[in-house]
């Protein structure tokens, strides 16, 4: 079955940098584009970016724009997501979430690892 | 870009039906058959229950149904079951491979 494995997140202070990772099992990940979903706590849900399967093309939200880098490395099944000039806003819960690029559809969510954004 | 629009929190008994609305813009819902809906129980993972407005995915009961008329999009969910409690947030693509949530809705069984 499909399993999407969070890990990365932790406590960094404001201004700082974190890169989070994301192991995939159970399909053909580079068949797949991927994305990142956040969730402040409390809050709703954010589309974050996303990288076609081939990793040749990034789409960032306007928040997160110019300090994030989506990345993945298919032969390791693993995506990333490197986040600089860390903001408070920018605490949540980051989602891991494998896409359907015919439908958009987001079909398969990890179960997330948190961020906190703190000094 | 502004999330999509939803009522912060709807309830109904046991039994009846319910319908959340989604709404947009014509920059997103409005131009493209490519909303989806997904259900969040309290610290779980969202899982989705509708794509392409009316699609729902294997395993998706049918009591959930989806469907779009100009900029809103709306799910319904007929014959309430307690476990139906949950958020529900609608995603659209918005253009330029970019995607847009809804401010979610709050269900409540009573």
């Known amino acids: 079955q499909v399993q999407l494995v969070e890990s990365g997140g932790g406590v960094v202070q404001p201004g700082g940098s974190l890169t989070l990772s994301c192991g995939a099992s159970g399909f053909t990940f580079s068949d797949y584009a991927m994305h990142w979903v956040r969730q402040a706590p409390g809050k709703g849900l954010e589309w974050v970016t996303m990288?076609?399967?081939?990793?040749?093309?990034?789409f960032y939200a306007d928040s997160v724009k110019g300090r994030c880098t989506i990345s993945r490395d298919n032969p390791k099944n693993t995506l990333y997501l490197q986040m600089n000039s860390l903001r408070a806003e920018d605490t949540a819960l980051y989602y891991c979430?494998?896409?359907?690029?015919?439908?958009?559809?987001?079909?398969?969510w990890g179960q997330g690892t948190l961020v906190t954004v703190s000094s | 870009q502004s999330a999509l629009t939803q009522p912060a929190s709807v309830s109904a008994s046991p039994g009846q039906s319910i319908t959340i609305s989604c709404t947009g813009t014509t920059s997103d819902v409005g131009s493209y058959d490519l909303v989806s809906w997904y259900q969040q129980h309290p610290g779980k993972a969202p899982k989705p229950i509708i794509h392409v407005v009316t699609k729902r995915p294997s395993g998706v009961s049918n009591r959930f149904s989806g469907s779009k008329s100009g900029n809103t999009a709306s799910l319904t969910i007929s014959g309430l079951q307690a476990e139906d409690e949950a958020d529900y947030y609608c995603c659209s693509y918005a253009g330029g491979s970019t995607l847009l949530f809804g401010g979610g809705t709050k269900l409540t069984v009573l």
């Open positions: 979430v494998r896409g359907d690029s015919s439908t958009w559809r987001l079909d398969n």
């Open positions: 990288i076609w399967y081939d990793g040749t093309n990034k």
